[in-house]
């Protein structure tokens, strides 16, 4: 809708033409007109947006053109790059969910503008395992924090980012002990179902379901959480209370 006005409008802007009618090779005469020789340019869809009632679409259109630019459309069309992706937030998830999994590919830059969002992810990881922000970021000796590995894994497999890239978030300065992380994720998922079928929900939520956000209508609100008693807790065994499932004070072993 705003490119088509954009369009329609541009030439009085340029100075080309006094009047938007007035330019000759513009489509907005058509959009005017019921005229069959204009039957070729497709308007259904605009008119459709404009009014159900066919009988008020050239007078809706002609409202719809007679209006100024939207400021943020005109700095987008205006720019010297254009966005892989523009529209609303809802359009943006639409566009994710629908084409991320069969359009992802490193060679194609503008590809990772439907990768899911950093804090899309950290999010999905911290709400499926009911652990705030900042157990994501800590570490113990000893102990390997699940919540923490598998973001650096979906972030490494979904939006493809640099094992430094993925250090410097995550405050690890040697890039060879993100790929450890990733390998030993790899590796679990190969040797407990369990975990494997955590991280294949969290991914597919994220790939498939983008466009139910916020978390009101969450993709996770049909997929029930995982049964956390099936991941050991560090804690048992060691003179502490043991306190099933995961918290940002109890990080769990990884077998192996």
Request: net charge positive; charged share 30%.
């Amino acid at each position: 809708m705003q490119i088509v006005r954009y369009i329609h409008r541009n030439p009085v802007k340029a100075g080309l033409a006094n009047a938007l009618k007035d330019y000759e090779w513009s489509s907005h005469k058509g959009y005017l007109s019921v005229s069959r020789k204009w039957d070729w340019l497709y308007k259904d869809l605009i008119y459709g947006v404009l009014s159900k009632n066919k009988k008020e679409w050239i007078r809706r259109y002609r409202q719809f053109v007679s209006m100024d630019d939207d400021d943020e459309a005109t700095h987008v069309l205006e720019g010297k790059k254009w966005p892989s992706v523009w529209g609303p937030d809802g359009f943006l998830d639409w566009i994710k969910g629908k084409y991320y999994e069969s359009k992802a590919d490193d060679e194609v830059p503008q590809s990772r503008a439907l990768d899911p969002g950093h804090e899309e992810i950290l999010s999905s990881v911290c709400e499926y395992y009911a652990v705030d922000e900042d157990a994501l970021y800590r570490t113990k000796r000893g102990a390997t924090n699940e919540p923490r590995n598998v973001s650096i894994y979906l972030i490494r497999r979904l939006r493809r980012d640099t094992l430094k890239e993925i250090g410097r978030r995550f405050k690890i300065e040697k890039y060879s002990s993100v790929s450890s992380i990733i390998e030993r994720t790899r590796r679990q998922m190969q040797e407990d179902a369990g975990f494997r079928r955590r991280i294949e929900e969290l991914s597919s939520t994220l790939t498939k379901s983008q466009g139910q956000t916020p978390f009101s209508h969450s993709p996770f609100s049909v997929l029930p959480r995982y049964d956390r008693s099936e991941v050991p807790n560090p804690c048992q065994g060691h003179g502490r209370p043991v306190s099933r499932g995961i918290s940002a004070c109890s990080p769990v072993r990884l077998a192996g």
